[in-house]
């Protein structure tokens, strides 16, 4: 365990990963990375770090911040709970420590958006302390270097906790997460490891017995779960009617197209299919739903709009109306913002 763990701290510090939030031990930046980090590629979250830390730069700007403005930086990188989680994170930490990020991995795990992993990634990688952050790819190299015969997330997730911890224990716990981190992005690829750069190699029993393609085993995928939404353009003296998106719902508090998921007691849209200009269909697949949008574009000209708004039948936390011109400053969800362009052009033909 000396020498894997030897091993591969002299590795890390001689191939180390240059990214922003390693430059810096300040918890707060460690926290953000961290969050944003969550099932979001290092590429994608460099530009959105750095917007973030200028527009927030500490836990009390966070805790002060707009949500529309948050909800408008955060545009792009997906699962939108993640930003109103820091921010209410941000509101704790304001009410209960101080305006700090807490140094202890119980007060950690009690904030909002902070789970076991995202807890022990701060306490080690901030505060140094022995914990070690166990996420899907230390389950993989975890689960190679031992050749575990169960799924890690299940029945063998004692063997790689216990395993993890030995090697925290032995020091610099911060950056044994962060190497087996970096190690499990570059070398121990999910898919056919790069076992013969693998600084490693000599400690790893699946290697050893040739077993790396096959480890970890993994349980069956389930079929992801189709549903039926419908979506509405409506269109009223060049204004584009939003929503936004209900609590407890998916994009809870996002601007977007009116939408809602079909069910057998959908209330009936009221609105005129003569104005009916445009229709298209949208995939979204959002948690394990894959989700097929019928999205219906009207023109309804000069009508009242709140006579437009009674005959919705979508649920909204809050209706607007935007000029088409000044939609730029709203960041509409991807699928939206293409079924808006086919309507559009289909409509300037
Ligand atoms: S030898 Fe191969 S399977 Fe084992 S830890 Fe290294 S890259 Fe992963």
């Known amino acids: 365990m000396k020498a894997l763990h030897r091993q591969l701290l002299a590795w890390y510090d001689r191939e180390k990963r240059d990214l922003p939030w390693r430059r810096s031990r300040d918890p707060y930046q460690i ?3 961290e969050i944003m980090l969550q099932q979001t590629r290092v590429e994608t979250v460099l530009p959105y770090f750095a917007r973030f830390l200028s527009n927030f730069p500490t ?6 911040a707009d949500t529309d403005k948050l909800l408008n930086l955060w545009a792009g990188l997906g699962y939108y709970s993640r930003a109103r989680n820091l921010k ?14 807490p140094r202890n991995h119980e007060s950690l795990r009690s904030l909002k958006g902070i789970g076991p992993y995202t807890a022990a990634a701060i306490a080690s990688i901030a505060f140094d302390q022995a914990h070690p952050a166990i996420d899907g790819n230390l389950e993989r190299v975890f689960a190679r270097l031992l050749a575990l015969r169960t799924n890690p997330k299940t029945e063998g997730r004692a063997a790689v906790t216990t395993f993890g911890q030995r090697l925290v224990d032995l020091g610099r716990a911060g950056d044994v997460n962060q190497a087996v981190m970096d190690l499990s992005a570059k070398v121990c690829v999910p898919r056919e490891p790069r076992c013969l750069a693998c600084p490693i190699q000599s400690h790893c029993l ?24 419908a979506g509405l353009i409506v269109l009223a003296e060049g204004e584009l009617l939003l929503a936004r998106r209900p609590q407890g719902e998916w ?19 009221l609105l005129d299919s003569a104005q009916e200009f445009a229709r298209s269909e ?5 948690t394990k739903h894959k989700i097929t949008f ?37 960041n509409l969800p991807r699928p939206s913002e293409r079924a ?3 309507a559009l052009s289909k409509q300037a033909n």
């Not at 699946?206 to 549903?227: C, D, H, T």
């Not at 949208?282 to 959002?286: A, D, F, N, S, V």
Request: net charge neutral; hydrophobic share 45%; aromatic share 8%.
């Open 59 to 64: 836990v009390k700007d966070l805790a002060a």
């Open 282 to 286: 949208q995939k979204r697949t959002i």
């Open 294 to 330: 019928q999205v219906r574009a009207f023109a309804l000209g000069r009508k009242p709009k709140a006579q437009i708004l009674e005959q919705l039948p979508a649920p909204a936390a809050e209706f607007r109306w935007v000029k088409l011109s000044d939609l730029h400053g709203v």
């Open 206 to 229: 699946a290697f050893r017995e040739g077993s790396q393609n096959e480890i970890p085993v993994k349980k069956e995928k389930k079929a992801p779960i189709e549903l039926k939404a």
């Open 88 to 101: 209410a994170a941000a509101e704790d930490m304001v009410a209960r420590f101080d305006g700090e990020v």
């Open 31 to 33: 926290w953000i990375s």
């Open 340 to 342: 808006l362009e086919q």
């Open 251 to 269: 994009l809870a508090g996002m601007w977007d197209l009116p939408w809602w998921v079909e069910t057998a007691e959908s209330k009936t849209l």
